[in-house]
């Protein structure tokens, strides 16, 4: 949703009644906020993960940075630098590159609720190290619904065969 440089418009509010936008197998839900707001460069997503959960393996981008923002619940962080105690009002920044690699697990008995945020720059690669895996993601940012990506193929980083 492009805007032509000084043209106005009427705010695009998420409202919490709105729903959520998707739910895993598992029963933690998700809503796209940036998305939902007519968001182009900045996506933020309001997570919900139930307890014993984490939403993506440890992974790192290659063109996005990422930050995360705890609203509710306890969180386990992991990143390169090693593993940490996240709780409501923490802020964690993620760089692009190896060294902002990471991934949250709920490791307390009542649900965690945060903020994902991140540029939503295209063509991505997405590294995940602990799985041996990349993928690349071109014509729709990561966090995008499927069917807009042109192209979303994932290769061993030992031998380079798609997986």
């Given at each position: ?85 996240v709780g ?18 709920n ?50 980083l ?6």
């Amino acid at each position: 949703m492009s805007e032509e440089p000084g043209e106005s418009r009427e705010p695009c509010i998420v409202r919490a009644a709105d729903g959520w936008t998707g739910e895993s197998d598992d029963g933690s839900r998700w809503k796209r906020l940036g998305r939902l707001a007519g968001g182009d460069r900045l996506g933020c997503t309001l997570e919900e993960l139930l307890p014993g959960h984490d939403p993506l393996p440890y992974h790192y981008h290659t063109a996005n940075e990422e930050a995360l923002y705890v609203l509710d619940g306890r969180g386990a962080l992991r990143t390169p630098a090693g593993e940490f105690d996240v709780g409501a009002g923490d802020y964690v920044s993620f760089p692009v590159g190896e060294a902002g690699a990471h991934t949250v697990e709920n490791a307390s008995d009542v649900p965690l609720r945060y903020l994902a945020v991140s540029t939503m720059t295209e063509p991505d690669v997405v590294v995940y190290p602990d799985e041996g895996t990349l993928c690349v993601n071109a014509g729709a940012a990561p966090g995008r619904p499927r069917g807009e990506f042109t192209l979303r193929r994932s290769f061993s980083l030992s031998d380079g065969t798609d997986v």
